[in-house]
Every structure is written in C-alpha cells, then in structure tokens.
C-alpha cells in the first residue's frame, strides 16, 4: 500500500498505488544524499554489443524479446474481453457497464478526458481491482478472482502513468526482476542454485539485455535508474514489462513529458513491439500520437464508452469532438 498520503491534485493513479512502496519508486526520492552517485562510474556508458555480438543485429534482438512470435501473430479475434464491467467506488461509478475487446496483434487506443476510467480499466484487467458487475475474460479465460501475480503469468504487462522503477538498481536489473515472473526454479533451489536456477539466472540476463537493446536503451544497462534521462526511465518501463512475456502490453501515458521527437521515437517503439508480435493497449492524451499509431481506438467519457473504431472514425465523431472540447450534446447534434 502507499506510504504517502492520496493527492487529489496529483492526478488518478489511484490503485496503481498497489505495487511496491513509494520508496522504492524514482518519483519519491528517500536516498540518503552521501549515497547519491557523484557522477563519475554511474554515467559511463556500456557497449552491449561488444560483450553480446548478437545484440548488434535486431533481428536477432527481436527474436530473443519474442521467440514463439509466429504463435502470438495471430491477428483478429479477441485477447482480451471487458465485458459489461462496471467499477464503482462508493457513489463514484468508475467503469459504467464497459464492453470492447483488444484483438490479438493490435494496438488499441484507450481515449477519454482526465477522470474518463481509462486508467481504471488497466486496473481490472491487471487484477487490482475486481469488477463491481461484469468480467474482463482474458484469452478465453475469465479472470474472476485471479491474483494479480497471476494474471502477470497469464501474460498482461502493464506500465504506469506515473514512471515506477526500482530507483537504486541498475537498468539491467529493472528488467530481470521482470523475467522473474516467468522462473520456474523453486525456492530451495534458488538457495541452492541448482543448475536450472543458473540457467535461468543466465537467460534472464541475457534477456535483459536484449529488452534494453530493443527499447533503445542497452547502452545504460548498468546505469542505476535514478540517473537514466526521463525518457530512458519510460523505455526502462516498457522493457521491464515486455520482460514478462507478456501477450498484451498495457501502456499507461507512455508519451507523457515527451517532446515531439520523443513521440516519434515513441510511436516507432510501439510499432516495432507490435510488429514483434505482441498486442498493445495504449492510454495516451496526445491525439496525433493516438491517432497516428493505433489500428483502432475506445473512447470513454465518464466511465461509458462514447464511441469505438477506427482511429479516423472515432476523430471524426462529434460525441468524441464533443467528449474533448467540452461542447454539450445539442450543440453538436
Ligand atoms: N481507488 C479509487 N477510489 C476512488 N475513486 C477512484 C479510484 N480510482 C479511480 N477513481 C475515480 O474514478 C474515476 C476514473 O479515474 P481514472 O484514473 O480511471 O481516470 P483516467 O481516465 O485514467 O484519468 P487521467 O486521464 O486523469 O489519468 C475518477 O473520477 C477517479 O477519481
Ligand atoms: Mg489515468
């Protein structure tokens, strides 16, 4: 649970408030200052690719991130189902009676004013929270009671709106705690380390590396995350999910604070990860940015979905154009 007190002011983050502890996390700085790297080792750069010759090719790079691609690829029916999925808290009805699916091979765009319940979306579907009514089925399997850990497994990676890393470790790894998820070794054989816990450890790694590769970051691999450049931090969060296996990505603002050529990169990134044979669901304000990588989008307002389709459908709405620019209903009819 959080140690800091909510901040309404601060944005709706709410029950992402869940993983980990503030001080654990770069937004809440609670190092001590004699700690604090004075620049030197900290900000060398390291050449992936000299210790990792295969890092230098992206095929290669690719194939590691995603090696049963051929399986995922399978474009078109759903992945993941929100089905009539209202989420109340209290009074405050979150989610009203939700319904859409996100296909296999897609990047779908999650749309909606601040407060839309986009954000709480990614919350039912990654096990925060359990629906009030209604359920998010995900690969044909209902996820009900599942736990979040769980759900994980199952493959839905999330990233967060606001940047969550693990402040003190290095990019490298950010990430293998990532693959953690996926180990098989027991607990007496990770105190032992048995040969398969090595081999896991030494895959992770390798994997690890490649995920900074691929994001664009391999460079910083041994770099403590607090020092990575707020746009490193966003890819470190992206490789670190991706270091799941995740089937769906979820990417919460992944573009917030970036300048034009950030969003760019950006929208490059996102594309190369679908090409690579993951679904993505993003949340993103910035409509060029929305409109120009998605294959489809959903749009909220007031925790009911508004309008679904393409993205040039959807832009052209007027209950949308409506949603965005505050207009009322009967001014737009
Ligand atoms: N745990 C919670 N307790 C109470 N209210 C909540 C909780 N989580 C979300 N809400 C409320 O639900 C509504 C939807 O919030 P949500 O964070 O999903 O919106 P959002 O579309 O992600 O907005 P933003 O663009 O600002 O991130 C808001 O009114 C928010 O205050
Ligand atoms: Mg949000």
Redesign the pocket.
């Known amino acids: 649970m959080s140690t800091t007190p909510h901040d309404?002011a601060a944005?709706?983050?709410?029950?992402d408030q869940h993983l980990g502890t503030d001080d654990e996390l770069i937004t809440s700085d609670t190092m001590p200052e004699q700690f604090l790297p004075d620049g030197g080792v900290e900000s060398v750069d390291v050449d992936l690719a000299a210790v990792h010759p295969e890092l230098a090719d992206a095929t290669q790079v690719a194939e590691i991130v995603a090696p049963d691609r051929t399986i995922r690829a399978k474009v078109g029916e759903p992945l993941l189902q929100m089905q009539q999925v209202t989420?109340k808290?209290?009074g405050?009805v979150?989610?009203d009676d939700v319904t859409f699916d996100i296909r296999r091979g897609e990047i779908l765009g999650l749309i909606?004013?601040?407060?839309?319940?986009?954000?709480?979306?990614?919350?039912t579907m990654t096990g925060v929270?359990r629906p009030t009514t209604g359920q998010v089925v995900f690969d044909g399997r209902p996820l009900g009671r599942t736990k979040r850990n769980e759900i994980t497994r199952l493959g839905i990676a999330r990233t967060f709106?606001n940047i969550r890393l693990f402040s003190d470790m290095t990019a490298l790894e950010n990430v293998v705690v990532g693959t953690d998820a996926r180990h098989r070794t027991s607990v007496p054989g990770a105190i032992f380390r048995s040969r398969r816990h090595r081999a896991e450890e030494r895959d992770a790694l390798d994997r690890g590396m490649a995920l900074l590769e691929f994001v664009g970051i391999g460079r910083r691999a041994t770099q403590q995350a607090r020092n990575l450049p707020y746009g490193d931090q966003r890819r470190l969060e992206i490789a670190r999910a991706l270091a799941t296996e995740p089937k769906l990505l979820c990417l919460?603002?992944p573009a917030a604070g970036f300048n034009p050529a950030e969003k760019e990169d950006l929208k490059a990134l996102i594309r190369k990860i679908r090409d690579d044979g993951y679904t993505v669901l993003l949340?993103e304000?910035d409509m060029r940015l929305v409109m120009g990588v998605t294959d489809r989008v959903v749009v909220?307002e007031f925790?009911r979905k508004i309008a679904e389709g393409l993205p040039a459908e959807v832009s052209a709405d007027p209950a949308v154009i409506a949603a965005y620019l505050g207009v009322p209903d009967d001014a737009t009819a």
């Open positions: 309404p944005g709706s983050e709410h029950g989420m808290f209290g405050l979150a989610l909606g004013p601040n407060g839309a319940g986009k954000t709480t979306c990614f919350n929270y709106q919460d603002e949340i304000h909220l925790g």
